[in-house]
């Protein structure tokens, strides 16, 4: 509805200030104003907006029918300060604006209101035109300079305007003035003359000293500083000394005044003080004083400077801007004492001092004119400083000799005497950087030399501060001196190379110019991180120097292999990947450089496909058949680390067939999930009919039985719990390979599972997981420790690793392919969040529980009982969770309604009626329950898999879901998360949510997987306002740590802190 009294003036009444008033409208001009809604009622109306400022603003405005107003801002300026910030003023502006159209816009049918809004909105944008040319407006600047007690320091700078054309206008608001340029808005200077930007416009260089001025203005506002203008006086503001400079440059371009003293200076122009030497100095010999010299300026008391932090100097129409140095210079020569033009009287004992500190100065800034015999008798050459070091009975003396021509000077010297004949103009500054380092050292001064007497000080000091003191002076050593400092005559270098009997990396150092009877030596003292080792000719090395730190991170790598060391070693040949091949002190095999090339590029390897495999590889595929096949030849092992669906079991059963074909003797162990087993069993007898295989599964008796059987079988197959059991009946079989399926069940180092599987003898061991690292790094380094013992060090080593360090150590040993990259033709996933509102009796329930869960928590974290009480403050959890489940699974003794309940069932007869073929996965088994019975009543036909169903009934019953049979496949969380083949399914229904997404995403990829065809649709059921949404936030912030080192992964509950758990409670419906 429209508002007359909303008026600008009004607007402005309840401003913070006039500045923020201003930018509110520059806001407001700018379009920075979003999703404005209003909210209308019988007595107030509301509005509602997001303003963009340096974030975005939430602001609310309240305008009552008693003509008043009331307003928030979420800024921080609306929290600290009286009035109306910027955004609640762009906001009132946009009302304002809005009035009469908002009245018309409500009167009208939805079409046309969207339709008056749009062209409302595109109308401000239109470019002002005009028919006839824009006139260009004139700019006086003036400068004022203010001077503080009466003496020639200016200690103010302040700035005036003036506009016009024909005639010039004091600009009364110089800030107003500057915001209405900068915005393209009108400003009025009298009744009769206003500036229009449609009608005038400014120079190029006017517009930029107006923005270098709004910049200054930004600034200040920035720093919540109150603007610097003259009380009452508008029209002036003071440009403090960090602006002076940048607004002196913008006015370099153009003329200007300035007034100093009651003085107007016009046509003022800005120049470098070098471009004119102002001031003009005389040196000749006293007539009133013998042996003296004065020192006159003529012109002294002609210019003022300003203080030393605004660098400018005023001298009749110029204005010249200093370097610090001219400054300071300018400020000491300002507060000599005046005698006429005289400013000093110098005796000549005193004359060298002058020409070497003061003379200098002078002729930076001024002029300086000397008399015939005083020109014959300053004498100025360059300096050339020396050093000259010697060694003799284990004593390092260094002399010190600055050079000027043919005038040589000891600073050391007891008595430097000084001639009066000819005067020395020396270079003290970089004399006194000398005589400043020398004397930060550990040398003693003894009869006009520097001493050092202990090698302790004099290797140090001819090895690390000696190169540094060669940039200041040149340094002369004698052959005692240089017999003392071994250098070796090229960069140390390794030799590497694939030893092929023993699959393992050979290495050997060389360091040329160093005895070969010393390099053993050199290198543990290396490794011992010495930093001078004193060779057997008595010369000493230097180790810390930066041509042995790719010696020493090739030893840091190699000394966890538990090898001696030695000049020519042996070491595992994952080593290889830790030293950096790239760098010129590596010399690497063809053999090694080739194997190295494969492993990290598998496409580019040659690996035939094996004969038997009866199977279509796609071309990733192949890559990750070559990868396993490199890395085997050779003894090591990785992970093979492909999403979910692309086929890590038909790779690796291709690469088992390959090994079968190439080798007499073949031997494998597949370890897998004992849902999985059976599964292995009948892909490889698919893929690869002729390779024999037992299932090790039975009693203890069976299986031992069926491991006696060695000479039997290509491939054994065994499950995780039962290999636990039997690391003693497979301790005297060595096989070729050993295949970990769903490997992060051995990610715990500790488990018993974990150590049996690591007793297993294999050439080469392989883990398959889509998700190496579910939660931290520790799991990643249990498996590696599985597979390449050693290649993550110890576990203290590793902890102290970065994740960058981490990822750079596994990248070779993981082979990880997406989806999205290599099945361009997969079809769309689509995921989304089906929010559901709890039941009347749930949520009562729900509350109950959260105020409950809440007091047991701070009162364990009062009295320092959290760890103690962890346990059942997190069953406290499970138990929200399962009442936003159904209020069944916390209390049977009645029957409740659930709403995430009611919703899933609507899902289910929609899908169901449109077709769909869902498989919908709980984590908790007695919700699957009450879902299994809510089907029942509705007589739809399901399958159902959980914990208790047999290995071979999961993968028929899977077989059966795919060719047709029943709609609809209930799914514990757990059991089938992994292994299973669903592609029969369209649609994914996740009715909890699990703490690690990880889970999820493999229970979703149950669906969406290699050999799909249809779209596939993810729907997440979460119960608003609870502790499932904010576990959908905890995976988001946690993910950080795993996406560094392998793929997005997140904290599991045990891992919660404190903070975690307050924060899971804070969310409450």
Known sequence: MPYPWLTAAFILSVATNQATFNRGINYHRLGKISDLNRTGGTRVDTYRAVVDGSTLYDCEVKIYDIEDISYSCDCEAALSYTGACKHIIALLYEIKEQGTIIADIESTSAST??????????????????????????????????????????????????????????????????????????????????????????????????????????????????????????????????SLQPLLDKLTDTSFNYSLEGNIQTDVRVKPLAEQRLLSFSMKESIELENHIELQCSNKLDFYFAEEEFQVLVCENNIYRLNEEQAKQLQIIGELPENGNVIDKIPKEELEAFCSYVLPALQSIGQVEMTDVLQE????KPLRAKFFLDIDQGILTGRVAFEYGEHTRNPFAEDIKQSLDKIITRDVRREEVILDYLSRTDFDTKQGQLTLTSWEKIIPFLFEELPLLQSYLDVYTSSAVKKVIATPTSTPSVHLDVNQETNWLDLSFSIEGIPEEDIMNVLSALQANIKYYKLSSGAYLQLNHDRFDPMKQVLKSVSSSKQPLTKEMSVPLHKAFEIDREKGYTRVSKKLHQLLADIQSPEFSDWDLPQGLKAQLRDYQINGYCWLRTLAQVGLGGILADDMGLGKTVQTIAFLQAERENRSSFKALIIAPASLIYNWEKEISKFAPNLNVIVVAGTKQMRKDLLDRYNEADIFITSYPLIQRDSDIYEPHLFHSLILDEAQAIKNETTKTTKAVRSIQANSCFALSGTPVENH?????????SLLPGMLGTKKQFKDLENEQIAKKVRPFILRRLKKEVLTELPDKMEMVQYTDLSPDQ??????????????????????????????ILAGLTRLRQICCHPNLVNQDMPYQSGKMERLQEYVEEGLQSGQRMVIFSQFTSMLHIIKKSFDENQWEYHYLDGQTPAKNRVEMAERFNQGEKSLFLISLKAGGTGLNLIGGDTVILYDTWWNPAIEEQAADRVYRYGQTKNVQVVKLIANGTIEEKILDLHERKKALVDAIIQPGEETLQSLSADDIRDLLSYTT
Do not use: C, W
């Not at 790094?777 to 420790?785: A, K, P, R, T, V």
């Open 777 to 785: 790094q520790d799991e990643l380094y249990s498996i590696f420790h």
């Open 377 to 380: 008798t300053i004498e100025t």
């Open 843 to 872: 949520k009562k329930m729900y509350v109950a529980q959260v105020k409950q869960l809440t007091h047991d928590v701070n009162e364990a974290i009062t009295t320092n009982q959290f760890q103690q009480k962890r346990i059942e």
């Open 113 to 242: 209101s969207i339709m008056l809004e749009r062209f409302r909105g595109y109308s401000t944008k239109l470019p002002v035109t005009s028919t006839k040319p824009r006139e260009q407006l004139l700019v006086e600047y003036e400068l004022l300079f203010t001077t503080s007690y009466g003496n020639d320091v200016i200690s103010k700078v302040e700035l005036k305007l003036k506009v016009g054309s024909k005639r010039m206008y004091v600009v009364r608001d110089l800030e107003e003035f500057i915001q209405a340029t900068i915005s393209q808005e009108s400003y009025i200077f009298t009744p009769n003359f206003s500036y229009d930007p449609s009608i005038h416009f400014f120079s190029e260089s006017d517009l930029a000293v107006f923005r270098q001025i709004y910049t200054h203005l930004e600034i200040q506002a920035t720093e919540r500083q109150p603007y610097s203008f003259r009380s009452n006086q508008k029209r002036l503001l003071e440009i403090p000394a960090i």
